[in-house]
C-alpha cells in the first residue's frame, strides 16, 4: 500500500486507497492492504476499496512496549476490536 518502511501516514492513505482501487479494478480476487495499517482511521479510510486488512507493526509496537503478558494481550484485543469496529462500520 506504499513504499518505504511500514506506518501508514495520513497523507498516505488518499494514495493507498487509490492503489487499491485500481488493483480492485484489474482483479476479482480479494484485495488485501497492509504495511502501515495502526489504527481505525486507516481502515475507515480505505473501506470500500480493500476486503482485507494486515496489520503488523502496530501488534509489535504493543509487544515491544508491553511486553508478552496480559497487558500486552488486552491491547492487542483492544485494537483488533477497534479495526474490526471500523471495517464494520459505515
Request: charged share 25%; aromatic share 2%; hydrophobic share 45%.
Amino acid at each position: 500500500s506504499r513504499t518505504g518502511v511500514t506506518g501508514m501516514r495520513r497523507e498516505r492513505e488518499r494514495a493507498a486507497r487509490e492503489l487499491a482501487l485500481r488493483v480492485r479494478a484489474r482483479t476479482e480476487l480479494p484485495v488485501a492492504v497492509g504495511f502501515g495499517i495502526s489504527e481505525p482511521g486507516h481502515v475507515r479510510a480505505l473501506r470500500g476499496a480493500a476486503d482485507a486488512f494486515v496489520v503488523g507493526s502496530a501488534l509489535v509496537d504493543i509487544v515491544g512496549r508491553l511486553g508478552s503478558g496480559p497487558p500486552a494481550r488486552e491491547a492487542i484485543r483492544s485494537l483488533a476490536r477497534s479495526l474490526v469496529a471500523a471495517a464494520a462500520s459505515g
